[in-house]
């Protein structure tokens, strides 16, 4: 299993675990956990409603692509933490990451 | 005003489609979208990119499909009113109902078809200070004409495409141009990202990277903005305000016109994609139904179905027969 947490917008710590080898990205996860989240483009890197903060790991994830980047650029409020979620893909890079949902 | 048979909301792929539902059946369309253009997300959003699933090809362009659709119903001569947001909804005594824009348009209908996808595109807004007080004062949210910033100093705000091309557009109309950037790299679009750096070493452009505007000041009208960078807190005057960071889709207006609504979205009877109020109808990717797929071809299903219903509302006295277009033909539409 893949072991990540996400803070909560009072500040608790959530753990989830995800199986190894499974073909989603983060966003999606986040949405099948019932998390409130828009994600009106459906994972295209063009509406920054997934966008997440990475508080702790961020690093060992891949990092973002030009449209990502891009979209991050256009954000009012964004800074060397933040990522789509719909970019991130869930697999063991994500192990001991801590996200916190933004907005 | 403008009268006819259908208002649909929203001139995306579904609602393009209802408008050829709708003429095989004989009945007249009028498109109202706050987008400039048609298409809805195919155009605005992602039109370079590819589509995949759409019956019969195997890949399509999305402005391509926009533009296939357009000619699709071509025959049945629909109206469009663009760039105006529908603000409200009013039944009338005669049991048709009233559409009302942003820009004052009437559109009087016999049946209402909300196409409205994930709502309007409206413009994403900074956290600064006194921003709402100055609207319309100083601050927009867009360049609708650039003549008005001739002889003035104007504040761009973004790091997107938009920031950098309007930043080069008005340095040679404004008398001063300032662009405020909370990062200090332009990814997305390197050259203009380029010119905006030869255009601020030559003084054309006041460049201030890794800096936010917090707040706005002024009596009645903008007169000075509030930046923080790296070296702290700076006043700079400035007559106008442009936030440029993209848009973002809202349901808007239409969450108080007494549809049932669950999570942004309008609920329908997938008999014939009726809403809670006669003669409403939703489709597309703003409808919820339990096994909703938001997916252009499940759109153009959903008109389908609604032209077939909303037939009795324009034509109460005749009764409908199915018909194949493989048989009869498409007839063109008078307009």
């Given at each position: 299993m893949i072991n990540f947490i996400v803070e909560s917008h009072d500040g608790q710590h959530i753990p989830i675990s995800v199986p190894e080898g499974i073909s989603l990205n983060l966003m999606e996860v986040l949405k099948a956990s019932d998390y409130d989240i828009l994600a009106t483009c459906g994972g295209m890197a063009l509406c920054a409603t997934c966008m997440v903060q990475v508080l702790k790991g961020g690093q060992q994830l891949a990092s973002a692509l030009d449209q990502e980047l891009d979209m991050l650029d256009r954000m009012p409020a964004s800074d060397d933490k933040s990522r789509l979620s719909c970019q991130i893909a869930v697999n063991e890079q994500l192990e001991g990451c801590v996200f916190k949902i933004a907005g | 005003?403008?009268?006819?048979?259908?208002?649909?909301?929203?001139?995306?792929?579904?609602?393009?489609?209802?408008?050829?539902?709708?003429?095989?059946?004989?009945?007249?369309?009028?498109?109202?979208?706050?987008?400039?253009?048609?298409?809805?997300?195919?155009?605005?959003?992602?039109?370079?990119?590819?589509?995949?699933?759409?019956?019969?090809?195997?890949?399509?362009?999305?402005?391509?499909?926009?533009?296939?659709?357009?000619?699709?119903?071509?025959?049945?001569?629909?109206?469009?009113?663009?760039?105006?947001?529908?603000?409200?909804?009013?039944?009338?005594?005669?049991?048709?109902?009233?559409?009302?824009?942003?820009?004052?348009?009437?559109?009087?209908?016999?049946?209402?078809?909300?196409?409205?996808?994930?709502?309007?595109?409206?413009?994403?807004?900074?956290?600064?200070?006194?921003?709402?007080?100055?609207?319309?004062?100083?601050?927009?949210?867009?360049?609708?004409?650039?003549?008005?910033?001739?002889?003035?100093h104007v504040v761009l705000a973004g790091g997107g495409d938009s920031a950098l091309d309007w930043s080069i557009f008005l340095a040679d109309i404004a008398e001063r141009v300032t662009l405020v950037h909370r990062g200090d790299t332009f990814r997305g679009s390197p050259d203009a990202a380029e010119k905006v750096f030869e255009l601020a070493k030559i003084g054309k452009i006041d460049l201030y990277l890794k800096t936010r505007v917090v707040s706005l000041d002024g009596a009645g009208h903008l007169e000075a903005l509030c930046l923080v960078g790296p070296e702290g807190q700076s006043i700079i005057n400035a007559e106008h305000f442009v936030p440029l960071f993209g848009l973002s889709p809202k349901l808007g207006p239409i969450e108080n016109w007494g549809l049932a609504i669950d999570k942004s979205a309008i609920e329908v009877n997938t008999t014939d994609y009726s809403t809670n109020i006669e003669g409403i109808y939703a489709i597309g990717d703003i409808n919820i139904y339990p096994g909703k797929l938001k997916l252009i071809l499940c759109g153009f299903h959903e008109a389908a179905l609604m032209a077939q219903s909303a037939f009795k509302y324009v034509y109460p006295d005749q009764r409908l027969t199915f018909k194949y277009t493989t048989v009869y033909g498409i007839t063109e539409l008078q307009q």
């Amino acid at each position: 299993m893949i072991n990540f947490i996400v803070e909560s917008h009072d500040g608790q710590h959530i753990p989830i675990s995800v199986p190894e080898g499974i073909s989603l990205n983060l966003m999606e996860v986040l949405k099948a956990s019932d998390y409130d989240i828009l994600a009106t483009c459906g994972g295209m890197a063009l509406c920054a409603t997934c966008m997440v903060q990475v508080l702790k790991g961020g690093q060992q994830l891949a990092s973002a692509l030009d449209q990502e980047l891009d979209m991050l650029d256009r954000m009012p409020a964004s800074d060397d933490k933040s990522r789509l979620s719909c970019q991130i893909a869930v697999n063991e890079q994500l192990e001991g990451c801590v996200f916190k949902i933004a907005g | 005003m403008i009268t006819t048979d259908i208002g649909i909301i929203g001139a995306g792929p579904a609602g393009l489609f209802a408008v050829f539902e709708a003429g095989l059946l004989k009945m007249h369309c009028h498109l109202i979208d706050s987008l400039p253009q048609v298409g809805g997300q195919l155009s605005e959003i992602y039109p370079q990119k590819p589509i995949y699933d759409i019956p019969g090809y195997p890949t399509v362009n999305a402005q391509q499909l926009a533009d296939k659709l357009m000619e699709q119903t071509a025959p049945f001569h629909p109206g469009f009113t663009l760039g105006e947001r529908v603000e409200t909804l009013q039944k009338l005594a005669d049991g048709t109902w009233l559409i009302s824009t942003s820009e004052g348009t009437e559109i009087n209908c016999k049946v209402v078809v909300i196409a409205g996808g994930l709502g309007c595109f409206e413009p994403r807004k900074p956290e600064v200070d006194r921003l709402a007080e100055f609207e319309g004062k100083g601050v927009s949210y867009a360049v609708r004409n650039p003549e008005q910033f001739r002889g003035r100093h104007v504040v761009l705000a973004g790091g997107g495409d938009s920031a950098l091309d309007w930043s080069i557009f008005l340095a040679d109309i404004a008398e001063r141009v300032t662009l405020v950037h909370r990062g200090d790299t332009f990814r997305g679009s390197p050259d203009a990202a380029e010119k905006v750096f030869e255009l601020a070493k030559i003084g054309k452009i006041d460049l201030y990277l890794k800096t936010r505007v917090v707040s706005l000041d002024g009596a009645g009208h903008l007169e000075a903005l509030c930046l923080v960078g790296p070296e702290g807190q700076s006043i700079i005057n400035a007559e106008h305000f442009v936030p440029l960071f993209g848009l973002s889709p809202k349901l808007g207006p239409i969450e108080n016109w007494g549809l049932a609504i669950d999570k942004s979205a309008i609920e329908v009877n997938t008999t014939d994609y009726s809403t809670n109020i006669e003669g409403i109808y939703a489709i597309g990717d703003i409808n919820i139904y339990p096994g909703k797929l938001k997916l252009i071809l499940c759109g153009f299903h959903e008109a389908a179905l609604m032209a077939q219903s909303a037939f009795k509302y324009v034509y109460p006295d005749q009764r409908l027969t199915f018909k194949y277009t493989t048989v009869y033909g498409i007839t063109e539409l008078q307009q």
